[in-house]
């Protein structure tokens, strides 16, 4: 069945250089069939070719532009969000390790699981890569909902094996992983991430276990933390002196690839920068968790340098907000502290398609390119009214374009689609 859609729409095509542009029609069209895009261009080159019975779904001066990609989130954390003081290690110690520990009940990992895709749907969220805990409920519970509402997701069963936390043997770790990727693996539109929540919390046997699992699943991924905080770093050197650096830690036992996704990467040194461009891996940038927990600031000049593949994260419970739109606006302050320019077509991307090819999936989704799953959100500015004010003065579609990211959130959300379906409306429950 053929779909269309009028709106302002905005996106990235597909780049050929690295140079990165949006392509913005200020009246177009967006024809969808099948759950996937058929077609986008002006409305009045379109329009024609459209049977007259054809029923079009107008947004008069709203913006279509593709589903916001999450790169790391913490759906077991949600509940946590804002809570008072501590940097890392203390905060997870205070808040997060006895949160998740209650994820062993099946009940409240499918509320918890329940709630967390319906907000990231409400945020415009339409794809994430997602830590569960390291209860197998909890994987179940996230990958259950997101199915229904065939969803683009990726997960994985959290393995911890010592210290800081509750722990699962080694053995239990791998066994519980390999069942689950058996599970899930590609059911949908889902995607299994192999997830030891970083270097304090695994032995090296899991580490070297964990890539062996990714040796026999080479179609999942490698999500983990690295290089967030000082005493984080100390107490690597500690557990792990053989190792070289940080890094080195996951790359020894063959954990870093171009389908391996580190969150923050703050404090590395060149070498760890050169493996990572090495190795084709990708870097969540997670500003708001970053700042919040007083971490350090992600430097986008030298993974630029790298040239890695980068998305954003919300990070949440660090970080304040399961919206990327208030994640660029962190990510921009990040970035003028350190006197670089992050320009509003280049936080765009990092929102929509260059954080579909940090989770290699720029093939399905991240822009409006023919052929792609038809993911898409609609914002309504006139639902922010500074932003709307704004506007009046705005003196081209890059001021426009600036203005929205800088001010915009979830309040501006008005639809979400998953392959052009409604799966959100504001002010109404759907299903």
């Known amino acids: 069945m053929l779909k269309a859609f009028r709106a302002t729409l905005v996106h990235c095509p597909v780049q050929s250089s690295e140079t990165v542009y949006c392509d913005h029609y200020a009246d177009g069209l967006l024809l969808i069939e099948n759950g996937k895009v058929l077609a986008l261009d002006h409305y009045t080159k379109l329009a024609p070719s459209l049977s007259k019975d054809q029923v079009i779904a107008h947004f008069p001066d709203q913006w279509l532009i593709p589903g916001l990609i999450d790169t790391h989130v913490h759906y077991p954390q949600l509940s946590a969000i804002a809570s008072f003081g501590e940097q890392l290690l203390p905060w997870l110690e205070k808040y997060i390790f006895p949160l998740e520990e209650r994820f062993c009940d099946e009940r409240f990992a499918e509320e918890a699981a329940t709630y967390f895709i319906a907000e990231l749907l409400r945020h415009g969220t339409t794809t994430a890569l997602v830590f569960a805990s390291r209860q197998v409920q909890s994987v179940q519970a996230l990958f259950a909902k997101a199915l229904e509402q065939n969803m683009r997701l990726i997960s994985g069963k959290v393995m911890v094996d010592r210290g800081l936390t509750q722990h699962d043997s080694t053995e239990q770790n791998i066994q519980e992983s390999r069942s689950l990727i058996r599970e899930w693996q590609g059911r949908g539109r889902l995607s299994y991430a192999i997830t030891p929540r970083f270097a304090l919390t695994s032995t090296p046997e899991l580490l070297k276990k964990a890539a062996e699992l990714l040796q026999e699943f080479p179609e999942t991924y490698l999500h983990t933390h690295l290089a967030e905080n000082h005493s984080e770093l100390a107490e690597v050197k500690r557990l792990f002196p053989r190792a070289r650096h940080y890094l080195d830690v996951y790359d020894q036992p063959g954990l870093v690839g171009p389908r391996s996704i580190f969150a923050h990467s703050l404090h590395l040194c060149d070498e760890q920068w050169a493996v990572l461009e090495q190795k084709q891996a990708s870097i969540s940038f997670c500003p708001?968790?970053?700042?919040?927990?007083?971490?350090?600031?992600?430097?986008?000049?030298?993974?630029?340098?790298?040239?890695?593949?980068?998305?954003?994260?919300?990070?949440?419970?660090?970080?304040?907000?399961?919206?990327?739109?208030?994640?660029?606006?962190?990510?921009?302050?990040?970035?003028?502290?350190?006197?670089?320019?992050?320009?509003?077509?280049?936080?765009?991307?990092?929102?929509?398609?260059?954080?579909?090819?940090?989770?290699?999936?720029?093939?399905?989704?991240?822009?409006?390119?023919?052929g792609k799953e038809a993911d898409f959100i609609v914002l309504d500015p006139s639902l922010q009214p500074l932003l709307l004010n704004r506007w009046k003065t705005a003196e081209d579609f890059k001021d426009r374009l600036f203005s929205l990211l800088m001010l915009g959130d979830d309040r501006l959300v008005s639809q979400t689609y998953l392959m052009g379906e409604l799966a959100y409306q504001q002010g109404k429950k759907l299903g």
């Open 288 to 370: 708001s968790s970053n700042l919040f927990l007083g971490s350090g600031l992600f430097s986008m000049a030298k993974a630029k340098a790298a040239k890695l593949r980068i998305g954003l994260g919300s990070d949440v419970g660090a970080g304040t907000s399961l919206s990327i739109l208030r994640t660029i606006n962190e990510a921009y302050k990040v970035c003028q502290l350190q006197n670089i320019n992050l320009y509003p077509e280049q936080a765009f991307y990092l929102a929509t398609l260059g954080g579909a090819k940090a989770l290699s999936l720029d093939a399905q989704i991240g822009n409006f390119e023919k």
